[in-house]
C-alpha cells in the first residue's frame, strides 16, 4: 500500500539557517511527489511537485526538493529559513489515479528569531 | 479569481446532527474531492469525483455523503454527526482527472473546522 512517512513531527530552527524536512514514501510504481505548505488558519499550498526529469526540483519561496529513488526520499530544503516559513510542511504522493495524494502526518516548523 | 471556496468556515454540532460542508469552485475544474485533517494523521481522502454526477469513496467515507450534480459544486453531508467526525474539512480541486495519471495539481480551500459534542 501507498504510504508517506515524515520522521519529524516538529523541527526548530534559528531565522537564517538552513533548512531540511525529510520525506519518504512507499509506491510501486513512478511515484508523483509533492511538497505543500499550510500557514496557521490557511489551505495547503502547493511548494513544489516532482513528475519526472531533473531529481532536483526548484519551487517556490526559495525551496527546493531532490527525489533519490534508490532511497524512496524527497526531501525539501531551504539554504536560509525566514520567520515567514513558520508553518506546516506536507509531504504527499500521487496514489496513481485520479489525483487522489496520500499525505504524510506533516512536519510542523518553528523558526526561532 | 475565487478558487475553492468553503462554508462555513466554522460549526458546532451535537451528536447526531446533520449538515452540510459547502464548496465551490470557479476554475471549471473536472475533479474535486473532500479531505479531512487529523493532528498527526495528516490529510486523509473522504470522497471524490471526476465530474458531474460520478463520485466514489476515498479511504475514510463512512459517515459522509456526496454529490455532484454541477461541475462547481461538491457539498460534502454528515447524516448522522459523531465526535470522531470533529476534525478540519478540506475541499480541493484539479483541472482534469486522467485516469491512473496522478499528476494534476490540487488547488485547496481554507478549510471548514467542525466540532460534534
Known amino acids: 500500500a501507498q504510504s508517506v512517512t515524515q520522521p519529524d513531527i516538529h523541527i526548530t530552527v534559528s531565522e537564517g539557517a538552513s533548512l531540511e524536512l525529510r520525506c519518504n514514501y512507499s509506491?510501486?510504481?513512478?511515484?508523483?511527489l509533492f511538497w505543500y505548505v499550510q500557514s496557521p488558519g490557511q489551505g495547503l499550498q502547493l511548494l513544489l511537485k516532482?513528475?519526472?526529469?531533473?531529481?532536483l526540483v526548484q519551487g517556490i519561496k526559495g525551496f527546493e526538493a531532490e527525489f533519490k529513488r534508490s532511497q524512496s526520499s524527497f526531501n525539501l530544503r531551504k539554504p536560509s529559513v525566514h520567520w515567514s516559513d513558520a508553518a506546516e510542511y506536507f509531504c504527499?504522493?500521487?496514489?496513481?489515479?485520479?489525483?487522489?495524494?496520500?499525505f504524510g502526518a506533516g512536519t510542523r516548523l518553528a523558526v526561532h528569531p | 479569481n475565487a478558487g475553492v471556496t468553503q462554508t462555513p468556515k466554522f460549526q458546532v454540532l451535537k451528536t447526531g446532527q446533520s449538515m452540510t460542508l459547502q464548496c465551490a469552485q470557479d476554475?471549471?475544474?473536472?475533479?474535486m474531492s473532500w479531505y479531512r485533517q487529523d493532528p498527526g494523521m495528516g490529510l486523509r481522502l473522504i470522497h471524490y469525483?471526476?465530474?458531474?454526477?460520478?463520485?466514489d469513496q476515498g479511504e475514510v467515507p463512512n459517515g459522509y455523503n456526496v454529490s455532484r450534480s454541477t461541475t462547481e459544486d461538491f457539498p460534502l453531508r454528515l447524516l448522522s454527526a459523531a465526535p470522531s467526525q470533529t476534525s478540519v474539512y478540506f475541499c480541493?480541486?484539479?483541472?482534469?482527472?486522467?485516469?491512473?495519471?496522478?499528476?494534476?495539481?490540487?488547488?485547496f480551500g481554507a478549510g471548514s473546522r467542525l466540532t460534534v459534542l
Open positions: 480541493a480541486s484539479s483541472p482534469t482527472a486522467p485516469r491512473y495519471s496522478g499528476a494534476n495539481v490540487l488547488t
Open positions: 509506491y510501486g510504481a513512478t511515484p508523483y
Open positions: 516532482y513528475f519526472s526529469g531533473d531529481t
Open positions: 504527499a504522493v500521487g496514489a496513481g489515479g485520479y489525483n487522489k495524494l496520500i
Open positions: 476554475m471549471n475544474h473536472e475533479y
Open positions: 469525483s471526476v465530474g458531474a454526477g460520478i463520485t
